[in-house]
């Protein structure tokens, strides 16, 4: 199962849990695992099935780019950071 | 012939391919840009830093003999709410339209009001001063304290704090807060033994690039729209053209000239869509908008002012237990300050067990805030690069010594929870170590100058995104490269170079060039040290690609099959024939299997994060209060220097801006928000004049998930230097500077307030 980490903000959702082993392939099916056992998560890091805006997804340490269709290991670590792009 | 990197082209200093037009002045730049019919636009921008905008008369204006057409804010198509992801984070395209043209209220000195468009400039600027506006002037909100203080009057009244989705009630000019947490912040502090805390100001700057934004704009009776302009991502104008005119992208093309700088104030549009409506008023007719200096520094992307407050704790013996930040950063008139990134940076060459990060960004009555080179990495490296100083004076501990010791390595795992890849900051640090500048004495001055020396380490995440090119094979061997990369500090020929290097042809048969938006597939940005890296990832792939081809052409010449051919030392070999050159096998292509074109796209994956350790030696007037920059050297870690020349002057350019940034450059305001300093005689950056040689030394530690080990280079050498000067500065003098720029004012002042006579 993948390591979810929850950020900081989100936590009082899900119980002060830092993170959570969820089951699923992508993101989306991540997310929407999270909501099941989380409800109210999943509208705080998706707005119109795409990824919030200002938002990364880092996967095993690396920006995925595919979005809620990016695929996660069943090993996997998941983040939720703000997107850092640069000038 | 193979270098001792194990490369033929990587690493050496071939003539650049742009560098014959530059040097001539042929170079075509935004201002170069002169169309049939064109029309010149001059803009109305607002007096006042905040105020509503009760009626707009241009009845006189109109009348003004030349005058082909008249936009405000009305003309453009209204919006509506959408966030999309924009330059540098979530931008809701409503508030960039605002930008473009104001709307009801004016809300920063200098915003964009009205644009006129004329036969000639004088006529257009003769309009511009006939338009008569009434204002209701509004009490302006100037910086962070005003702005987050409870009960501040909010800017908008429809922004609410964000915190990760969730909105406060009531409005509120902190548009977001974020935060990253990582081990029990309590239990750190517990188990310090020193604990150093402090609380650091930094002002607004701008990025200062030397070429003023630009622009040309022509919308066809067709619906067709076409716009020239100086950009850091033609894609990105396309884009928001498309946004904020509400036409179909592909109605859209976007030529991009040359570029005068961007280091991120060029991402973003300000004139294109001026422009545009002008022209479709003017009947089709092209205009050419092209800003002052002025206008430059009142209205475009400066980089956000800051409060940031650091908490160290740390063990007797130097080990980092425990951190804990607090920054709020500017916005300007709309949500979007840098804030976000400056929390991923602030502690990030450290591994601390315990953390805790608040960012805040927040709205004032002064221009949105823009990326500025690894943006809101300088703020947060000079309030952490600081306190890393103080604790190491606390501490007895040498410099390089207690960053070394907590140095973040690969497997580290950072604040806001991703685990870092093969990374270089420790050897970095080793570098300047046993660098002859940090080996050598600092020779001490006599009567009222005082000298210091200070380091400091920088971090920046460097950026991947869509890269995309195209290439062909032309008969006489040469291969026509076409990319859609803005060529900014020499990256067509370090793309060329990656290209020729998996080709394995010399660079100079590649011939180069940064086309429009319609004749190469999508590329983000030039910025966030992506270019050299994504582009040339996707030129690597494309060499493999002609490469591959060209073998099967020399095959059918042989008559053999493509396994049994090898391409080695510019010729085509296979057991039993003679070789084939490579010139050979590209003149007959039309008679081997027809031309060779190919192309290729990618959402590149793998960037590699890097590292900078700076270190300077100050000399401070304490009379005059004047900082002098006595020598400067700049480790970083690159990856792989494709080209080292240019690696070398990214490095020494940031460490200019960031000197700037430390000692001079701030955005002067009076009390209504009109800002003092729109010039670069008062708004003060430092010339060849005020600094010394910088030395850059370059660390290669290659980017395992890059084919040539490319980390990025543009964004680090600007994060170290502010930390770096004022750590140098307290070395001289024993006083700890807490707020940017340190002017000869400033420096002034804190002598005083030390009780430091001169």
């Known amino acids: 199962m993948a390591r979810v980490f929850i950020p900081p903000l989100l936590r009082a959702r899900t119980g002060g849990l830092r993170e959570i082993e969820l089951e699923g392939a992508t993101i989306g099916a991540l997310l929407l695992a999270l909501e099941a056992g989380f409800p109210g998560t999943r509208e705080r890091l998706v707005l119109n099935e795409r990824l919030m805006p200002g938002m990364a997804v880092i996967v095993d340490g690396e920006a995925a780019v595919d979005g809620l269709k990016s695929a996660v290991g069943p090993a996997s670590e998941v983040h939720f950071v703000p997107a850092a792009r640069g000038g | ?758």
């Open chain 2, 1 to 758: 012939m193979t270098q001792s990197n194990g490369f033929k082209v990587i690493g050496t200093r071939p003539v650049r391919h742009d560098g014959v037009d530059k040097v001539t002045g042929r170079a075509l730049y935004g201002a170069d840009v002169r169309l049939n019919g064109q029309l010149y636009g001059a803009m109305l921008r607002s007096p006042h830093a905040h105020a509503r905008i009760v009626a707009i008369d241009t009845s006189e204006a109109a009348a003004v003999p030349g005058v082909k057409a008249i936009v405000t804010g009305a003309d453009l198509p209204h919006v509506g709410d959408q966030i999309a992801d924009i330059g540098e984070g979530a931008v809701n395209l409503r508030h960039l339209s605002a930008n473009i043209l104001a709307g009801r209220k004016a809300l920063y000195f200098g915003h964009a009001i009205a644009a006129v468009a004329a036969t000639s400039l004088t006529a257009a600027q003769q309009a511009v001063n006939k338009i008569k506006v009434t204002w209701e002037e509004l009490p302006p909100v100037l910086n962070l304290r005003d702005a987050m203080a409870a009960g501040a009057a909010p800017l908008h009244p429809d922004v609410f704090t964000d915190e990760l989705g969730e909105k406060s009630t009531t409005p509120s000019n902190i548009a977001e807060h974020l935060r990253h947490e990582k081990g029990d912040i309590a239990a750190g502090f517990a188990e310090a033994e020193v604990v150093v805390e402090r609380e650091f100001v930094t002002g607004t700057v701008h990025q200062g690039y030397i070429e003023p934004h630009s622009a040309t704009v022509q919308w066809n009776a067709d619906g067709q729209l076409t716009v020239y302009c100086s950009t850091q991502g033609a894609f990105g104008v396309r884009r928001e053209m498309s946004e904020i005119l509400g036409v179909p992208i592909s109605h859209v093309k976007v030529v991009p000239t040359e570029i005068g700088g961007g280091f991120g104030g060029k991402l973003n549009v300000y004139l294109e869509p001026v422009c545009a409506l002008l022209s479709r008023k003017a009947g089709g007719r092209p205009v050419k908008m092209t800003m002052s200096r002025a206008d430059v520094l009142a209205a475009t992307g400066p980089t956000s002012a800051s409060i940031v407050r650091v908490k160290l704790g740390a063990r007797r013996d130097g080990t980092l237990t425990a951190a804990q930040a607090w920054m709020a950063f500017e916005a300007g008139a709309f949500p979007g300050s840098p804030v976000g990134s400056a929390a991923g940076v602030i502690l990030a060459p450290y591994d601390i067990p315990n953390v805790v990060i608040d960012g805040f960004d927040v709205l004032c009555n002064k221009p949105k805030a823009n990326a500025y080179r690894a943006p809101g990495g300088t703020n947060a490296a000079y309030a952490a690069e600081s306190m890393i100083d103080e604790l190491a004076r606390a501490l007895k501990m040498g410099p390089i010594e207690i960053r070394l010791k907590n140095a973040a390595r690969e497997g580290t795992r950072r604040a806001d929870g991703p685990v870092f890849p093969r990374i270089g900051f420790v050897e970095t640090l080793e570098a300047l170590l046993h660098h002859p500048h940090f080996q050598s004495r600092l020779e001490r001055a006599t009567g009222s100058r005082r000298r210091g020396r200070g380091i400091a380490a920088g971090f920046w995440f460097n950026w991947g995104g869509t890269s995309s090119a195209s290439a062909q094979v032309n008969p006489d061997g040469t291969v026509a490269l076409s990319e859609g990369s803005t060529d900014i500090g020499g990256t067509r020929t370090s793309i060329a170079m990656q290209l020729a290097e998996s080709i394995g042809i010399p660079v100079n048969l590649v011939k180069p060039q940064v086309v429009d938006t319609d004749s190469v597939g999508y590329n983000d940005a030039t910025g966030g040290s992506r270019t050299t890296f994504a582009t040339g990832m996707v030129a690597y792939e494309l060499g493999q690609k002609l490469r591959e081809e060209l073998i099967a052409h020399a095959a059918r010449q042989f008559e053999v099959e493509a396994a049994a051919v090898r391409f080695e030392d510019g010729a085509f070999r296979t057991d039993g024939k003679p070789p084939l050159s490579y010139f050979d096998v590209c003149g007959a292509l039309r008679d081997t299997g027809g031309e060779i074109v190919a192309s290729v796209s990618m959402r590149t994956k793998g960037e590699g994060p890097a590292f900078g350790a700076h270190l300077v030696d100050v000399e401070v007037d304490i009379e005059t209060g004047k900082v002098k920059i006595l020598r400067y050297t700049a480790a970083q870690d690159v990856g792989r220097a494709i080209y080292p020349p240019f690696v070398e002057g990214q490095i020494q350019g940031g460490v200019a801006q960031g000197v700037g940034w430390a000692l001079n450059e701030e955005y002067l305001y009076d009390k209504a928000g009109h800002m003092l300093n729109a010039g670069f005689l008062d708004y003060r950056m430092p010339t060849a004049l005020d600094l010394p040689m910088i030395e850059a030394l370059i660390v290669e530690v290659p980017n395992p998930r890059h084919p040539y080990g490319v980390r990025g280079v543009g964004e680090v050498p600007i994060v170290p230097p502010a930390g770096a000067v004022a750590n140098a500065i307290f070395d001289a003098l024993g006083v700890r500077m807490t707020e940017l720029p340190m002017s000869p004012a400033r420096n002034i002042a804190a002598l005083a307030a030390a009780g430091v006579a001169a």
